[in-house]
């Protein structure tokens, strides 16, 4: 149900009474995207202002919760502190946090190339840092279980979006055909695919894109919207870096000056595309079938040219 603009703000002066005994002096809408609405308000104690991030899906507020505060420990400067989570206000699901100065900026498309390319370059820099902290305990979710092989973790998220598709009559209809075969070939080789990579259980924001990220004049002033943040391949990261825009594969190809990723990395990506972008139809319905079906196209290629290195690259 949709409040007026006097029931969201007697529900958020509820929200900041229940926790600091106090009312707003001023509110303002900060942003809207696909999985909540952030008011940013400001009141008379301490901490004197704070966001308010009103969930869409029920679970996801309490989700956003744990991972923030895990990723704190790590980056307590750039991601936001949790004051608190109410479960169950007027407005949905809301999560209380810390206000940290900047803007997003998620068109650094439009900026001339040399503070693009200075943009990149911290962007690139934050990312690797985040990639650097590594988890002894193997793959999984913060809370565990951990997994030696990031195959028996991330497989399990794979086949369970597989099963949630085929079980769904609207989304098979709405995916096709195609779809649902390019689903089938990419599940037959997931494995050998991502057993392409030899790599280490890292800190994964899972949503790193410059949308997600603020800016203080020229410099990353906070890291925010994580998620399925995880103990996961770094490669996963680099699938929403581009933010749907094709300049933002520069800021891709700059992760990879900085890293080997191997002759089969394209392959790996593809693979995250695909299956990425079917987590997102899972979840919020978002439309991306001739996305996915484009990705599938270039998984395809992918395939072939590892087949032709003799990689011993098979179905598994």
Known sequence: MQLSDDQTRMSLHRILESLWKTHPQSIVLKGEGVYGRCYGVTFGCA??????????????????????????????VLVPQVYGYLPDT????????????????????R???????????QVVDLLLRLHSIEHPQGYGAFD???YARWWDYYGQRV????????????????????????????????????????????????????????????????LIDPLDAE?????????????GHVRHFELLNRYREAVDLGACFPLRYWFY???K??????????????????????????????KLLNLGLSPG
């Open 47 to 76: 901490p004197y202002r704070a966001i308010v991030k009103i969930h869409k899906y029920s679970g996801m507020g309490d989700q956003e919760r744990r991972q923030l505060i895990e990723m704190h420990s790590y980056v307590p």
């Open 90 to 109: 007027e407005l949905g699901e809301a999560l209380v946090m810390e206000w940290l100065p900047g803007q997003s900026c998620p068109r650094p498309e």
């Open 111 to 121: 900026f001339a190339y040399a503070l693009r390319r200075l943009l990149q370059q």
């Open 144 to 146: 565990g279980p951990f």
């Open 159 to 222: 086949r369970g979006m597989y099963e949630a598709i085929i079980k769904d009559e609207e989304a098979r209809l709405y995916l096709g055909s195609e779809v649902l075969a390019l689903m089938e070939r990419t599940l037959e080789y997931g494995e050998a695919i991502l057993g392409t990579c030899v790599g280490r259980p890292v800190l994964l924001h899972g949503d790193f894109c410059f949308g997600n990220l603020l800016f203080d004049g020229q410099r990353i002033s906070g």
């Open 231 to 243: 103990w996961g391949d770094r490669e996963l990261d680099l699938v929403n870096i581009i933010n």
């Open 273 to 275: 595309q695909v299956w």
């Open 277 to 306: 972008w079917l987590f997102y139809y899972v979840r919020v319905r978002t439309k991306c079938r001739e996305w996915i079906l484009r990705c599938g196209r270039e998984l395809e290629k992918a395939i072939e040219r590892c």
